[in-house]
C-alpha cells in the first residue's frame, strides 16, 4: 500500500519537519474553532435542557428539539453556505455553524438525564425540605451528569470531524491543510491534516472521558467500576 | 398532636382521594394508617408535610394551621421515609443521613457527630458504612438509613410510608423491632403507612382503619380486634385474629389473660436429670415436652422427646446438654389475644408465661385454650359450637 512504502514515509518525515509550523499553526485554529463552538454549545444546551425538563410544557419541548432538529438535519456544506450572506466568511460563521450542530445532541442528552432521575428520589428530596434550585443542583444536576457528559463527547468528536470543513468559508484550521492538499495534489498534506484531526479527535474524547470518570466515581461507584 | 378538620382531597382529575376525613393523631405515639390499596392512606400522609395540598378542611400541629406555614420550612420539620427509601444514589451514607441537618445549615462537627450517634444507633458502624454509598448496602440496611436520615434533625413528626415493605419477612420483623425499641427513648409523633394487619397489630398504638377516602376505625389495637366497627373490619382484620381475639365468644368484661388459660403445673425439669428420667417424666405426664428451669424456677430451656431420643444411647448426658433455648415468651398478666396471635404466627405449640426475672409461671398449650374457652361456654347460653370455632 502507498501509505504504508517506506519511500513514502521517509518523504513524510521530510515534509512534517519543514512543514511544522503551519502544521501547528492549523491545528491551533481548529482546536479554537471547535472549542468556542462547543463551550457555546453547552452554555447554550445545557441550562436549555434543564429548564425543558423542569416546565414540562410540550409546545417548548416540541418547538425546542424542532429547531435543534432541524440545524442538525441541514447539510454542513449546505450550512456553512447558507451562512456566508448572512455573516459573510471567516471565523465567526464557521463558529455559528458548528454551534449549531452541536446543540441537538447536548439539549437531547442533557434533557434526557434530567428526566431520568428517579421521581422517588425527587418525591424523597421534597419531601425532606429541599427548595426547587437546590433540588435541582444538588440531586438532579449530579444525577444527570453523566448523560450531559456523553451528549458532549459525542458532540465533540462530531465538531473536530465538521471543523475540517470550516476552511472552505475562510475559517483555516487542520480543513485547509488537506484542502490545500488536494488542490496542489500533495498527499502528505492530506494525510497530516486528517491525522491531526482524529488524534485531536481522540485526544479531546479521551479528556472529557477521563473527567467522566472521575466525577462518575464519585457520584455513581457502581456504575463505575463496572 | 396533628388534628385533621374536615379535610377533603380531590385530584385535578376530579377523583376525590379524600372525602372527609377528621383525626387525631396523638402525640408521641405510632399512628398506623391501614387499608387497601388506593383508600388513601399516601395521600393522607402527604397531606400532613404539605406534599399534598387539601381541597377542604384544616390541618392543624401543635394548633398551628399548616397552611400558614411556608411548606420548604416545614418539611425540615417532619421527617420523612418514602416507600422504597428514595436514599440519594450520588451521596455517601453520611451525606445522606445528613441532609437535613445541611438543609438547615448544622456546622459541619455538628453533623458528623449527629450522623454518627444515629448509624449506631441502628448497628452500623460509622467507621465502615460512613463513606459508602447506597447501592453498597443491602436492602435491610437501605431502610434502617432511611430511618435514621428521618430522625436526623430530630423532628418531633415523623412520616413514614410503607417503609419496610420491600424486605423479606425476616428483615422486616427486625426492623420493626428496632423502630419499637427506638420509640421506646425517643416517643416520636409517627405517622406509619402499612397495608400488612401484622405489622399494624405490632408497632401501632393507634391504627386507623381507611377505606374509599374514609376513616372506618381509629383506635387502640386491642380495641379494633375486640370491637371492630362493622364488616369491613372485621374481613380487614381477618377471621383467625378475631377468633383467637376472643370476639366472637367472650364478653368483654371476661377477656382473659394468659393466667387464666395457662397450665399451672406443667411438666418441668432440673437442668441436671439424665435422659431416661426425662423419658420417664414426659410418659408419666403425657406430654411430649418438658421445660427446663433451674431451682429458682427461672426458665433454662426446653427439651422435646425428639432431642431426647437423638441422644439417648449417651448415659452421661443431662437434659442441660439436649435442650433447646425457649425463644418466645409472654409475661405474666398478658392479654390471651396476643398470646394467640403470637402462638399462630409462630405456629408454636405451646407459649411459656414468665413473671419477673424470667421466673417460670406456667404453660399455655392449645389444650388449655380449648378448655377455658369450654369451661366459659358451658357456663354461658349457646353452648356447642365453641368447640369447632376455637379449634381452628
Ligand atoms: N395525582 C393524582 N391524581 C389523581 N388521582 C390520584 C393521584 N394520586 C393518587 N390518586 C388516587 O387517589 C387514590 C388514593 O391514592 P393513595 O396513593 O393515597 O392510595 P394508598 O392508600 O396510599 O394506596 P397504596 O396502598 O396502593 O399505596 C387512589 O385511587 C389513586 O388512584
Ligand atoms: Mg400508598
Redesign the pocket.
Known sequence: MLLLSSEFLKDFDVFIRERYPDLLQATGQHLILSGVALALGVLVAVPAGMLLAHYPAKWARTGAFGVANIFQTIPSLALLALLIPLFGIGTKPAILALFLYSLMPILRNTYTGFRSVDPAILESARGMGYGAAQRLMRIQFPLAFPYIMSGIRVTTVYIISWATLATLIGAGGLGQLIVSGIGVNKEELVVAGAAAAIVLALLADGVLGGIERRVARRAHPKAASK | MIVFTGVKKQ???G?Q??KNIDLEIKEGEITV?I????????????LINRLIQPTGGSIRIQGRDIASLNPVELRRQIGYVI?NIGLFPHMTIAKNVGVVPRLLKWDKDKVERRVDELLGLVGLDPDTYRNRYPSELSGGQQQRIGVIRALAADPDVILM??PFSALDPISREQLQDELVRLQQELRKTIVF?T?DMDEALKIADTIVL?KD?EIVQADRPERILRYPANDFVKSFIGKKRLQSAGTELVAPELAPSVDDVMVEQPATAFPSRGLAEAVKLMERRRVDTLLIVDKNRKLQGTVSIYNVLDQYAEENKTVADVMRPVEHTVPSGTSLAIALQLMSAKQLSNLAVVGEDNRFVGLITRGSVVRHMADLYASGSNGGDAYASVIV
Do not use: N, R, W
Open positions: 385530584y385535578d382529575d377523583f382521594a379524600i394508617l387499608g387497601p390499596s388506593g383508600c388513601g392512606k399516601t395521600t393522607t400522609m402527604k416507600q410510608d410503607e403507612v397495608h381507611m377516602g
